[in-house]
Nanobody
Framework: QVQVVESGGGLVQAGGSVRLSCTASGLTFYRDMGWFRQAPGKEREGVSC????????YYTDSVKGRFTISRDNAKRTLYLQMNSLKPEDTAMYYCAAGAPVGGSGCNINAFDYWGQGTQVTVSS
């Protein structure tokens, strides 16, 4: 069975940092991967996505310069380094796996496998 598991969330003060990790099993890891988030009362949005090789990345404008997505295919692990956190970053963060042939971009509808989410709360 396919399992996508996030970890690393928690409570952090504004201006602080946190690194999220995601491990996937039961599927090839050589595919588009992404981080999405959903805050209370808001729609889920793409935060950052990365191609199978790690060459192509996407960041939503609000996190550019603060967040960095990376992956270690040998470890089958996806990361999201989040720096200079703001209260507006508070959300449930989800790891998701897209198409094995690429082309998923950061379109939520192109991601088929989802983790359970990890909560990131940024206090002011």
């Amino acid at each position: 069975q396919v399992q996508v598991v996030e970890s690393g969330g928690g409570l952090v003060q504004a201006g602080g940092s946190v690194r999220l990790s995601c491990t996937a099993s039961g599927l090839t890891f050589y595919r588009d991967m992404g981080w999405f988030r959903q805050a209370p009362g808001k729609e889920r949005e793409g935060v950052s996505c990365i191609s199978a090789t790690g060459y192509t990345t996407y960041y939503t404008d609000s996190v550019k310069g603060r967040f960095t997505i990376s992956r270690d295919n040998a470890k089958r692990t996806l990361y999201l380094q989040m720096n200079s956190l703001k209260p507006e970053d508070t959300a449930m963060y989800y790891c998701a796996a897209g198409a094995p042939v690429g082309g998923s971009g950061c379109n939520i509808n192109a991601f088929d496998y989802w983790g359970q989410g990890t909560q990131v709360t940024v206090s002011s």
